[in-house]
């Protein structure tokens, strides 16, 4: 990215404290010889030994390599890898996620601290507006998508789509404001969660909806849709946003809000990035205590759990975080939580450090209420909203399948969870196969009146369990404006007047039983089957997943009519 030199030496110059000025501009020139360094030495060098190692590995290694894929021996060495693929995981992946999180740990500290330009967003934002107005001067003959590599992204799946396509660089990875007297913090596309909760809580303050896993970006979850605990009162994560910044297809920047491109503000979130480059969001925050005091209500009928879950969410004193996992048809554990100061002086010991990384994966520890009964329990604010992070939700089990273990968690939990992306790399052709036909990832957005016929269904479907519960308000928009969301049917309204409807997501994640007995199930079969459902009763599904729906049910549930007429 390029940087007008006028606006780097005020930068250098008039920003931050002495220190700071003197961190940067060392920062500064050993950037400019490094880059004079790589240039014109590093560079060459290593572009002749690679023409070297090329050449050798064609007329070698690359013959060997054919010889051994024809052999009887590859079938053999791919299952293996296949069904040891765990310890390969703890072998590989995890040391090498481990060092990448301390790095960007590391690296994001010294940026934020030192480094940090957000009065420079106008800067990086032009050099998104070249490029696309580059990409139009050259004639648009690609689709154009942001540079990101897709490895990266939390889907498990490993897309190409991106191969074919002109790539958009858009490094915008700061937090560019907290207004406290606004209750706002205005951030760029590429900042993810656990950035935000590092810097947001020691402020005192978090998103109103705030999403769990570390690595979530804000452009991936507005462009895509975010859902967490509170979702009950704000609704989506794009419920809470003030403004939007966009470039867009022709190379200019807008600003939307309810008020002004109001058409675009509501069809930007669920669009996936197709309507143009998100820059900078303006999200509402909340005040917020250091830990949450949570209570554990276990359920042991099918009723019960979603007559409860219906009561709870519609209380007008609802607790500021609902969440439920459902273990079996039958029984799940509802858990609610409120901000709090922590516990009184004799309850000390009921403070759960969750986060810990000898501590049992969350939804094993919620699972154990279904035996001990109702209790109650505070967890430090961040590793609240980060509970699921170090099990992948339940995920992890299906990579490593004992990393539940407490032999496991001492002696390799201070590693971490592995990294998706990572384990995305490291994916045998076998195993890519088997993450789309053989395992199954979806969540569906439902009427919560739909809630015990959606767990029927994913039961007899997948019989896959535990499942995500996270109660989820779609608003009437008052504007008119319904984006990719349907106009809700069964209208409640809320505190503030407006009109909405409570749905849940119903997420599964995991092999079906009959997969793992080596007895027929199709997944094509079976997932367009939930999807039916949702689009019977007026719901979703989240695009994360693998879709098998036809173009004409796709549009049926997933555009709105401005961006069916943009085609």
Same mark, same amino acid.
């Given at each position: ?152 992204? /939390? ?8 191969? $074919? ?17 606004? /209750? ?20 005192? +303050?978090?998103?109103?909806? /705030?999403? !769990? ?73 909340? =005040? ?39 273990? $079996? ?22 403070? *759960? ?83 789309? +036909? ?14 015990? *016929? ?10 896959? +369990?535990?499942?995500?519960?996270? =109660? ?8 008119? &404006? ?18 909405? !409807? ?37 719901? &979703? ?7 098998? /729906? ?18």
């Amino acid at each position: 990215m390029s940087i007008d030199t006028a606006s780097r030496q005020d930068y250098m110059q008039c920003e931050g404290s002495l220190l700071k000025r003197t961190v940067r501009a060392t920062h500064n020139h050993i950037v400019h010889v490094m880059t004079l360094f790589w240039t014109y030495l590093v560079l060459p060098l290593l572009q002749a030994v690679q023409s070297v190692l090329l050449f050798v590995a064609n007329i070698t290694v690359m013959p060997l390599f054919a010889l051994i894929q024809k052999s009887p021996a590859y079938p053999v060495l791919l299952e293996f890898f296949t069904e040891h693929r765990g310890w390969v995981l703890v072998g590989t992946v995890l040391p090498l996620s481990f060092l990448f999180d301390h790095y960007f740990r590391v690296r994001n500290w010294y940026y934020r601290h030192f480094l940090s330009a957000p009065h420079l967003h106008d800067v990086r934002v032009r050099e998104v507006q070249r490029q696309v107005c580059a990409w139009n001067e050259a004639g648009r003959q690609k689709p154009m998508v942001t540079a990101r590599p897709p490895w990266l992204a /939390m889907s498990l799946r490993v897309e190409s789509f991106k191969e $074919s396509c002109e790539k958009i660089k858009i490094n915008l990875h700061d937090i560019l404001e907290v207004d406290t007297a606004r /209750m706002t913090v205005r951030c760029e596309p590429l900042v993810d969660m656990g950035q935000i909760t590092r810097h947001l809580i020691p402020m005192g +303050y978090a998103l109103s909806v /705030m999403i !769990e896993m570390d690595d979530l970006t804000v452009g991936g979850l507005l462009m895509g849709v975010g859902v967490e605990v509170s979702s009950h009162i704000y609704g989506f994560l794009s419920e809470t946003v003030v403004a939007y910044e966009v470039v867009l297809g022709d190379g200019s920047l807008v600003r939307c809000t309810r008020e002004e491109n109001a058409d675009l503000f509501h069809a930007l979130p669920w669009s996936h990035g197709t309507l143009g480059f998100l820059v900078a969001a303006e999200l509402k925050i909340v =005040p917020v205590k250091p830990y949450v005091h949570v209570k554990y209500i276990p359920c042991h009928t099918q009723d019960e759990y979603a007559n409860k879950l219906s009561l709870i969410t519609h209380a007008p004193n609802t607790p500021e975080f609902v969440e439920a996992t459902i273990y $079996s048809r039958e029984t799940a554990v509802i858990f609610t939580g409120d901000f709090s100061d922590g516990p009184p002086a004799s309850q000390k010991h009921k403070i *759960n450090h969750v986060g810990r990384w000898w501590k049992p994966w969350f939804y094993k520890h919620v699972e154990s209420f279904l035996e001990k009964g109702e209790d109650e329990e505070w967890i430090p604010l961040r590793q609240y909203y980060h509970r699921h992070t170090r099990s992948i939700f339940w995920e992890l089990r299906e990579v490593i399948p004992f990393c539940n273990a407490w032999w496991y968690r001492w002696v390799f939990g201070w590693l971490g969870a592995p990294k998706i992306a990572f384990i995305k790399l490291t994916s045998t052709p076998a195993v890519r196969e088997a993450s789309v +036909y053989s395992h199954v990832v979806q969540d569906l957005v439902v009427p919560l009146t739909e809630l015990k *016929n959606a767990v029927n269904l994913y039961d007899d479907a997948f019989d896959v +369990y535990p499942l995500l519960f996270y =109660p989820v308000r779609i608003y009437k928009q008052d504007d008119g &404006y319904q984006g990719m969301l349907h106009t809700p049917r069964n209208l409640r309204t809320a505190e503030d007047g407006r009109q909405y !409807e409570m749905y849940c997501d119903l997420g599964v994640y995991g092999v079906p039983p009959k997969v793992k007995n080596k007895q027929p199930w199709d997944a094509i079969a079976e997932v367009r089957r939930i999807e039916k459902f949702a689009r019977d009763v007026n719901g &979703y599904q989240l695009l994360y997943a693998d879709c098998f /729906m036809t173009r004409d049910e796709f549009e049926t549930v997933s555009m709105c009519p401005a961006h069916r007429a943009a085609q």
